[in-house]
T-cell receptor
Framework: GDSVTQMEGPVTLSEEAFLTINCTYT??????LFWYVQYPGEGLQLLLK?????DKGSNKGFEATYRKETTSFHLEKGSVQVSDSAVYFC????????????FGSGTRLLVRP | KAGVTQTPRYLIKTRGQQVTLSCSPI?????VSWYQQTPGQGLQFLFE???????NKGNFPGRFSGRQFSNSRSEMNVSTLELGDSALYLC?????????????FGPGTRLTVL
């Protein structure tokens, strides 16, 4: 079945550092890919998405490109802020997964001043 | 546009009791999905409702059930609570539920079973 694998956390960075959180997926067909962020005590917020190969999703300085050849959707940000500290989830939806979201295990990001 | 709302935000129950959680989707959205989030199992899909019909169901025991009303509001019920049911329960709404659509999440209901 479909699945998502994320890099283990926590990831600890200094403010203004470059961020990469790796995400790879297994799916038959052409899934839609998503990054969600969860701040402490809150639900999930959509960060960005891409629905077809080579699409680049972007929002609030974060970017991710749908790479079908490497089945990846890595999250990047050029300069992180303390306020970016949160847990980040990579997820996919596809016809094969009956449209439900399949999530990775989440990666905790801690940004130090 | 108001977001997804969930009530209550926090619940404390004891083993054997039952609980009902409520979710109001974004206005105009017809699909509501429920997820369970725990530290050990992560985010797991419970079920999805579209136009009052359960369209998909995850691998949870029959103690977990749900329904959707004609105004798209949804409830989920857990009977005979067990300690392992302690979790954050998240509701998400989608316009039509197609797999390119975004699921928008509510703040969740934190259930603690003692």
């Amino acid at each position: 079945g479909d699945s998502v694998t994320q890099m283990e956390g926590p990831v600890t960075l200094s403010e203004e550092a470059f961020l990469t959180i790796n995400c790879t997926y297994t799916a038959t067909g052409y899934p839609s890919l998503f990054w969600y962020v969860q701040y402490p005590g809150e639900g999930l917020q959509l960060l960005l998405k891409a629905t077809k190969a080579d699409d680049k999703g972007s929002n609030k300085g974060f970017e991710a490109t749908y790479r079908k050849e490497t089945t990846s959707f890595h999250l990047e940000k050029g300069s992180v802020q303390v306020s970016d500290s949160a847990v980040y989830f990579c997820a996919l939806r596809s016809w094969d997964s009956s449209y439900k979201l399949i999530f990775g295990s989440g990666t905790r990001l801690l940004v130090r001043p | 546009k108001a977001g997804v709302t969930q009530t209550p935000r926090y619940l404390i129950k004891t083993r054997g009791q039952q609980v009902t959680l409520s979710c109001s989707p974004i206005s105009g959205h017809r699909s509501v999905s429920w997820y369970q989030q725990t530290p050990g199992q992560g985010l797991q899909f419970l079920f999805e409702y579209f136009s009052e019909t359960q369209r998909n169901k995850g691998n949870f025991p029959g103690r977990f059930s749900g329904r959707q009303f004609s105004n798209s509001r949804s409830e989920m019920n857990v009977s005979t609570l067990e300690l392992g049911d302690s979790a954050l329960y998240l509701c998400a709404s989608t316009g039509t539920g197609g797999f390119t659509d975004t699921q928008y999440f509510g703040p969740g209901t934190r259930l603690t079973v003692l």
